[in-house]
């Protein structure tokens, strides 16, 4: 149970949260939070944030996707970008599963656009232990690597989340 409190504590401490994804998003400092993100805590993802900065982005969200919608790039399955052994992705997401309380209160899903497919880039785990719970949508942050990507299909992103709230 000091799992939970901790990775909470931490999380709302480091402004990881949604709620403060949203905050930057207004600001128009959403890049400005998924650095800050990738680059803090326990979760630090510092190669991911390296890469990012190899180029321009465009950035969109957060905004609520239905789990469904997106692809996973790590898992036990076969064909997956990372694979991993099957026994140490239930352990993980199980035991991250017993932290959730509410989507609100974990970093969104940081995702990149590819040729239609939202790839989950950071959260893979939090995606798996989100199902695990039950929770059929979560909060992302979606990455266009061109700029006629972002402003044709940020759009249909923003529509699926309207579509989701009605």
Known sequence: MAYKINIEEEIRRLECDAPSAQRYAR??????????????????????????????RWWHGPVEIN??????????????EYQ??????????SNMAKSLTHPLSIPPLIVEYRSGELSIRDGNTRHGAMGVVGWTKCWVIIWYNTENDYREFSYVHSTQQNQIKA
């Open 67 to 80: 789990l469904s919608d997106l692809a996973r790039a790590v898992g036990p399955e076969s064909g997956m």
């Open 27 to 56: 600001e128009g400092k959403l890049e400005e939070w998924v650095h800050k993100y990738l680059m803090a805590g326990q979760w630090a993802n510092p190669g991911l944030s390296n890469g990012l900065k190899l180029q321009s």
């Open 84 to 93: 991993v052994e099957n026994d140490y992705w239930v352990n993980r997401i």
